[in-house]
Structures are given as C-alpha cells and as structure tokens.
C-alpha cells in the first residue's frame, strides 16, 4: 500500500465554522507532512510531524490546528478561517526526517477548500 | 533563503517531441528531485538523486544532479498526451549530523503536449 489518502476531497465552509481535513498512510512512513498549495503555486510546507510529535510550523497562524492522535493519522483542525485560505490541502508522508529519503515524499490526492 | 529558479514556465510541444527543463539554486543542494502534479491531483515522485553527477532514468524520463549541486535538468523523450502536467524541481540539503533542510520547490513547469 503506496497510498496517502486524503479527506473530504472537497469541503466548502463559512468563516466561523469549525472543520477538520484527515490524512492517512499504512506505508508505516515517520513524518508527516500539510502542506497549502495555491493555484499554479508549488506546495508551501505548513506543518511537519515526525514520530507523532510536532517538528515544524512554518509560523502558520493558529486558525489552522495540526494534530497526529498517530503514526498512521494527520489531522488538520480549522477554525475561522478566511477567505484567502481557500486553496489545495496536501498531506504528506516520507520514511523519516533523516537521512537521503528523507526528501521522498508520497502526496494525497488533496483537500479543495473553499471559504466563504 | 534558499530558491529554485525553474524554467521553462511553460511548454507546448507537440507529441512526439523530446523535453527539457531544468532548475538552478544559489546555493548547494545533497537531494534533487522532480515530482509531477496533474489536474486535481497531489504530486507523484518522478526521481531522486542523491550524488553530484549522477544521471538517473525512469522509463522516458532522464534527469542529473549537476556538478556544481546547484543544477538539476529533467528530459522527457518522445513525449505523450499523459506527460500533460506541473513539473516541480525539489532540493534539499542535509545539515552536518544528517538532519535535513525543507525541501524547496521551484516554482513548476507546465507542460502541454498537442496530440
């Protein structure tokens, strides 16, 4: 199993409602990864995980709430959130944070958000 | 910081056609990799390369660390309507003591390919 699957493929919320994008791989892979994406944009790293514990935030403001409840699981808890936050969610996962695999990471196929 | 200068930005290219793109940095990288993204998709790992030097090939994809380990190029040969897509260049370095860097994006070349 080579797959991140990512949900809802798409959610459409106000800005005041409380939502949450899911994340999940059995490749049995250490870190985790969020990651925004706008429109003919390259990814931009929100978060990382690795062994369940945060290791970076890219200084991303606290209406985006990552959580890793495990080794298989990455959640993204949003809240208030505005109407330039609308873009593509990408979570991802690779073996580790050390060593040269490091940089091979395997994508979902993407949360579309939309705020409205 | 560290950026990736990616060109082309785009490209149109009939089918059957060889492609080449590359990436540039101002400064050194230990890791370069592509990755392609298609429509509504996340993107897929294309290669790695991990040594200076070193040319790697996936099916019709060629790509190479260059010397310097501030350049990478990716060519496509005879392409095909499905390598219609975003390429994205990656780099990354690795800290003394093995911890790794961000991996940087460059920015993606899109490519178009009329049957």
């Known amino acids: 199993d080579t797959e991140v699957t990512q949900t809802p493929k798409h959610l459409v919320m106000g800005m005041t409602n409380k939502k949450s994008l899911k994340c999940e791989q059995h490749?049995?892979?250490?870190?985790m990864y969020w990651y925004k994406q706008k429109a003919k944009k390259p990814p931009e790293l929100m978060f990382v995980?690795?062994?369940?514990?945060?290791?970076i935030n890219e200084s991303v403001p606290s209406r985006f709430s990552p959580e890793c409840p495990n080794s298989s699981l990455l959640n993204l808890h949003l809240h208030a959130l505005q109407p330039e936050d609308s873009a593509l969610y990408l979570c991802?996962?690779?073996?580790?944070?050390?060593?040269?695999?490091?940089?091979?990471?395997?994508f979902g196929e993407g949360s579309r958000l939309t705020v409205l | 910081g560290q950026q990736l200068n990616q060109s082309p930005q785009s490209m149109f290219i009939q089918e059957g056609e060889d492609v080449s793109m590359n990436c540039t940095s101002s400064?050194?990288?230990?890791?370069w990799l592509w990755y392609k993204q298609d429509p509504g998709e996340g993107p897929v790992l294309l290669i790695a390369?991990?040594?200076?030097?070193e040319l790697t090939s996936n099916g019709r994809l060629t790509a190479q660390f260059g010397i310097t380990r501030k350049d990478s190029f990716l060519n496509i040969s005879a392409s095909i309507p499905s390598d219609v897509g975003i390429y994205f260049c990656a780099g990354r370095f690795t800290y003394y003591g093995g911890s790794q860097g961000n991996l940087i994006f460059g920015k993606g070349t899109k490519l178009s390919v009329k049957p």
């Open positions: 490749m049995g892979h250490r870190a």
């Open positions: 390369l991990y040594k200076a030097g």
């Open positions: 400064s050194i990288f230990n890791t």
């Open positions: 991802a996962s690779s073996q580790g944070l050390m060593g040269p695999t490091a940089g091979e990471l395997f």
């Open positions: 995980y690795s062994y369940e514990k945060l290791s």
